[in-house]
């Protein structure tokens, strides 16, 4: 896989270094030995499986227990999918996905709409919203299409037009809709930061330094988040959060990415979640557990890097995450389609394109944070 990269070809090891989902640190080889790297393979098998032999592209959704299948489910899901499934590949060093990757992209491709200076994802049926930019924007930075920096700059300049004076950003770019506002800005921040990784223009890092400024203060200290989205908006603000923390060179803002990050998770913690995920593990939704651990293990990176004493709680709260999720993946005693991936639940076997992502996701962040449930 190679990636155009400020106008060079990207190795698909050089993709590692770039990805929120992989290694940052450029000197640092990734692992693939132990349980984890272990269970990406499942993983890996298991999108492999999921692809639609019709379409040629990836099942949004799988019922082992009935053998119902779907197709094309919600696009931003779908989409997103794209990304995830590149990031796994590059860790693995696999490449048998990409004509899925390829279909896959060609397919959403179709539904980007031209404008005056920017470009917009209208996909059928559903509103065009600042989601779908960023997906099919992390998509396409981790193709192998030379063509691909084209195509996304104006979808990202479709993004900067829906930030508003105050930071924040406008979710939908037809109408006065509200919606997606605990989860659709950081994931646009979140884009937004990786094309500043690859271009450098001071707008992308302008953008995003203003939008982490106001879902902190205008946003979560006004108490707009409710309490069942918090892990959800954690994990969102941590990633673009964490990115945002390595690309400024600003104190002021490393240090509100700090605070703001460090407050989430802690109050997350605070409240029991990771308590009740080890004593109540039917409770939970494998999907929310899998977002806790992502957002939990940027956060964890920062921690790190200043030896806060945070680590060790943290940490704790990392591996009670990984034994869930490690119990919760279908490996055996399974049908053949159902195994590496992970049910809504323990107890409900119905799969999800975007929960196997999440889970990836968080796997490959606590690789990257050297945490390995096999070697503690």
């Given at each position: 896989m190679h990636l155009l990269f400020a106008g060079a070809s990207l190795s698909i090891e050089g993709a590692m270094m770039i990805t929120h989902r992989n290694l940052h640190a450029p000197n640092q080889e990734p692992s693939c030995t132990g349980i984890l790297s272990d269970r990406l393979r499942f993983m890996f098998d298991w999108y492999?499986?999921?692809?639609?032999?019709?379409?040629?592209?990836?099942?949004?959704?799988?019922?082992?227990?009935?053998d119902v299948r779907i197709g094309d489910g919600e696009p931003i899901r779908d989409i997103a999918a794209i990304w995830d499934i590149e990031v796994l590949s590059a860790f693995l060093r696999r490449e048998d996905l990409r004509p899925v990757i390829r279909r896959s992209l060609d397919?959403?491709?179709?539904?980007?709409?031209?404008?005056?200076?920017?470009?917009i994802v209208a996909p059928q049926g559903e509103l065009s919203s600042i989601a779908h930019s960023a997906f099919l924007t992390l998509a396409l930075i981790h193709s192998e299409s030379t063509e691909s920096m084209r195509r996304w700059i104006p979808l990202i300049a479709g993004i900067l037009r829906q930030q508003r004076q105050n930071g924040s950003y406008r979710v939908f770019f037809e109408g006065e809709q509200n919606g997606g506002e605990e989860l659709y800005p950081a994931?646009?921040?979140?884009?937004?930061?990786?094309?500043?990784?690859l271009t450098r223009d001071a707008r992308y890092l302008d953008s995003v330094e203003r939008g982490f400024a106001y879902y902190k203060r205008d946003y979560y200290d006004r108490g707009l988040v409710q309490p069942d989205f918090l892990v959800f908006f954690a994990n969102w603000q941590s990633q673009a959060g964490r990115l945002l923390f390595e690309a400024t060179?600003?104190?002021?803002?490393?240090?509100?990415?700090?605070?703001?990050?460090?407050?989430?998770?802690?109050?997350i913690i605070k409240n029991g979640y990771y308590?009740?995920?080890g004593c109540q593990p039917d409770a939970q939704?494998?999907?929310?557990?899998?977002?806790a651990l992502e957002g939990l293990a940027d956060?964890?990176?920062?921690?790190?890097?200043?030896?806060?004493?945070?680590?060790?709680?943290?940490?704790r709260c990392i591996l009670t995450a990984l034994g869930f999720l490690i119990r919760a993946q279908r490996t055996t005693g399974c049908a053949e389609r159902e195994r590496g991936g992970f049910g809504q639940s323990l107890a409900n076997r119905e799969q999800r394109i975007d929960v196997t992502g999440h889970v990836a996701s968080g796997f490959l962040k606590s690789l990257e944070n050297g945490i390995d449930r096999a070697a503690m």
């Open positions: 492999k499986g999921m692809v639609d032999e019709n379409t040629g592209r990836l099942l949004y959704f799988y019922n082992p227990q009935t397919h959403f491709e179709q539904f980007i709409v031209a404008r005056d200076g920017y470009a994931e646009a921040m979140l884009a937004i930061i990786e094309a500043y990784r060179a600003r104190p002021e803002i490393k240090e509100l990415v700090r605070v703001f990050l460090f407050e989430l998770h802690d109050r308590d009740h995920v939704t494998c999907v929310e557990v899998a977002c956060t964890y990176a920062i921690a790190s890097l200043g030896h806060d004493r945070r680590v060790e709680s943290y940490r």
